[in-house]
């Protein structure tokens, strides 16, 4: 568990709002668009800005899956 979080850090740096976009969306979410999904790590990107009251611009959340099943986020990035 300790060395997939681990990776879904270190892989979460190359992923930026501004990109994430670009590329199309695996599942719309009503908060949250979901844009990368591996079957063990997860990204999402906020639909929410400062204009609907986010305290950023763009949110990015990373999600890791856990032993038992379970997703675990492993990193949160506010952008602008």
Do not use: K
């Not at 997860?42 to 899956?65: F, I, K, N, P, W």
């Amino acid at each position: 568990m300790i060395s997939s979080i681990y990776q879904a850090r270190s892989q979460e740096n190359r992923y930026n709002p501004v990109a994430l976009r670009a590329r199309p969306v695996v599942y719309p979410g009503h908060f949250d668009n979901l844009y990368v999904d591996t079957g063990r790590l997860r990204v999402y990107v906020s639909r929410c800005s400062r204009a609907d009251g986010a305290c950023c611009e763009a949110h990015v959340t990373v999600e890791a899956l856990a032993r038992g099943g379970c997703w675990v986020t492993v990193r949160e990035e506010h952008n602008g």
